[in-house]
C-alpha cells in the first residue's frame, strides 16, 4: 500500500499563538508536512518550488504591508500563496492583493475555512506539476518522433 502524499506547507507566522494553531490545524492527522517560521528574512526563496502552499501573515514584524505584499505576489509565480491579515478592511493592500495570490483570508477563520483554502491551494500546485511532467514527456514523445 502507498502512503498518501503529504503536502509541504509554509506558514510565515510572527504570532506564535496563531503560528501554533496554524501549524496543530494543517500538520493534524497528518494531513501536511508544516514548516513554521516566524519573518520574511527567514525564508529560504530558493526551496519555495520544493512546497505546495505557503500561508503568509500580512501584518509581520520584520516587513511592512508594502514589502509582504510585493513579497506575497513574486511567490504566488512559483507557489499558490494563501495571505492571512486581521486587517482586511482597513488595508487597501491586502483587498488588492487578492486579484494576485491564490486567496486572501481574515483572521479569524474558521478552522475548516483555512484547512479548505490551504488543501485546495496545495491541489492546485500538484495540478500545476502533474500538467508541467505531462507537458514535458509529450514534448520529449513528439521530439523522439519527429527523429524517426
Do not use: F, N
Amino acid at each position: 500500500m502507498t502512503t498518501p502524499y503529504r503536502p509541504r506547507v509554509l506558514i510565515v507566522e510572527d504570532d506564535p499563538g496563531a503560528a501554533a494553531m496554524l501549524t496543530a490545524l494543517l500538520g493534524r492527522s497528518g494531513d501536511c508536512d508544516v514548516i513554521r517560521v516566524d519573518t520574511l528574512a527567514a525564508v529560504d526563496e530558493a526551496a519555495l518550488g520544493s512546497l505546495d502552499a505557503v500561508v503568509l501573515d500580512l501584518l509581520l514584524s520584520d516587513a511592512g504591508v508594502p514589502q509582504t505584499s510585493a513579497t506575497a505576489r513574486r511567490w504566488q509565480r512559483v507557489v499558490p500563496v494563501v495571505v492571512l491579515s486581521g486587517q482586511i478592511g482597513d488595508l487597501p493592500a491586502a483587498r488588492e492583493l487578492g486579484d494576485h495570490v491564490y486567496a486572501v483570508l481574515e483572521k479569524p477563520s474558521t478552522p475548516q475555512t483555512i484547512l479548505g483554502t490551504v488543501r485546495g491551494a496545495a491541489r492546485s500546485r500538484a495540478a500545476h506539476r502533474i500538467l508541467g511532467r505531462v507537458a514535458e514527456l509529450l514534448g520529449a514523445y513528439l521530439a523522439g518522433e519527429g527523429d524517426q
